[in-house]
């Protein structure tokens, strides 16, 4: 039952990622990041099969390059 979540979450990243393919520089590389992130974690969540862990990691991969944009 907890899969739809991970899979949702990789399939929303691989949204993401295409999206700012087809947009190119427009979104400055941030929909590419943030897809990612939530491709990732719901990646984490699948091998670990808890939709817990791919929350978790993938708000922690956002977390993660949301911190390290504001300091760059």
């Known amino acids: 039952m907890s899969n739809w979540v991970n899979w949702l979450l990789v399939i929303v990243g691989i ?3 295409i999206v700012e393919l087809a947009l190119g520089a427009l979104t400055g590389f941030d929909l590419a990041l943030v897809g990612a992130a939530l491709t990732v974690g719901g990646g984490f969540g699948l ?3 808890s939709a817990n862990i791919g ?3 993938a708000a922690g ?3 993660l390059y949301f911190a390290l944009s504001v300091v760059g």
Request: no cysteine; charged share 0%; proline share 0%.
């Open 47 to 49: 091998l670990a099969g």
């Open 55 to 57: 929350m978790l990691s």
């Open 15 to 17: 949204l993401f990622v």
């Open 61 to 63: 991969a956002a977390i």
